[in-house]
T-cell receptor, first 117, second 110 residues
Framework: EPEVTQTPSHQVTQMGQEVILRCVPISNHLYFYWYRQILGQKVEFLVSFYNNEISEKSEIFDDQFSVERPDGSNFTLKIRSTKLEDSAMYFC???????????????FGPGTRLTVL | GQSLEQPSEVTAVEGAIVQINCTYQ??????LSWYQQHDGGAPTFLSYNALDGLEETGRFSSFLSRSDSYGYLLLQELQMKDSASYFCAVRMDSSYKLIFGSGTRLLVRP
């Protein structure tokens, strides 16, 4: 069964450093998302991406964040200068299969746990 | 702002039926989803309701009343493996982003 994959599973970084979180969405999906979940809290939407551009972003997704789809398979989230409060689990998700695809069912990856020291 | 309310914790016995409620107040509404998340795991899709009524998928059913801004997830024949957190999530507009509730931790006891 196709699945969303994410690397690394755990990233530890120093405050102020840049991190890049990587995701491989399900092939032939059309919509890609990043969410984050601070330990013990709810899942929060960060950004959605469609047709090679950001379609929507939340107020959390400020100038320190960026997303990219550098090739046909990878989808990345970059945090330019990490802060302590960026420590969270970051989930990538994808949905849609083109013609007749179900866009309202999002498939989540296993997450990257980011720890900022 | 947007708000989704669900109970923080529910406990039930193996084999029983449990209902997890979700009420929402959002500036827009297209549909209500439910996701299951085991500790340390990723959210997994359970159901999506765009129209009023009950949708059944095996042991799980989901209900929506748009006029009441209310939905619920019904889990039947509970199994130990159903112990997890359950999140309702609203799709607010033509984008497909999800706004999640705070989650309900379900504990299934033998």
């Amino acid at each position: 069964e196709p699945e969303v994959t994410q690397t690394p599973s755990h990233q530890v970084t120093q405050m102020g450093q840049e991190v890049i979180l990587r995701c491989v969405p399900i092939s032939n999906h059309l919509y890609f998302y990043w969410y984050r979940q601070i330990l013990g809290q709810k899942v929060e939407f960060l950004v959605s991406f469609y047709n090679n551009e950001i379609s929507e972003k939340s107020e959390i997704f400020d100038d320190q964040f960026s997303v990219e789809r550098p090739d046909g398979s990878n989808f990345t989230l970059k945090i330019r200068s990490t802060k302590l409060e960026d420590s969270a689990m970051y989930f990538c998700a994808s949905s849609g299969q083109g013609k007749g695809g179900r866009l309202d069912e999002q498939f989540f990856g296993p997450g990257t746990r980011l720890t900022v020291l | 702002g947007q708000s989704l309310e669900q109970p923080s914790e529910v406990t039930a016995v193996e084999g029983a039926i449990v209902q997890i409620n979700c009420t929402y107040q959002t500036s827009g509404f297209y549909g209500l989803s439910w996701y299951q998340q085991h500790d340390g795991g990723a959210p997994t899709f359970l159901s999506y309701n765009a129209l009023d009524g009950l949708e059944e998928t095996g042991r799980f059913s989901s209900f929506l009343s748009r006029s009441d801004s209310y939905g619920y997830l019904l889990l039947q024949e509970l199994q130990m493996k159903d112990s997890a957190s359950y999140f309702c999530a609203v799709r607010m507009d033509s984008s497909y982003k999800l706004i999640f509730g705070s989650g309900t931790r379900l504990l299934v006891r033998p």
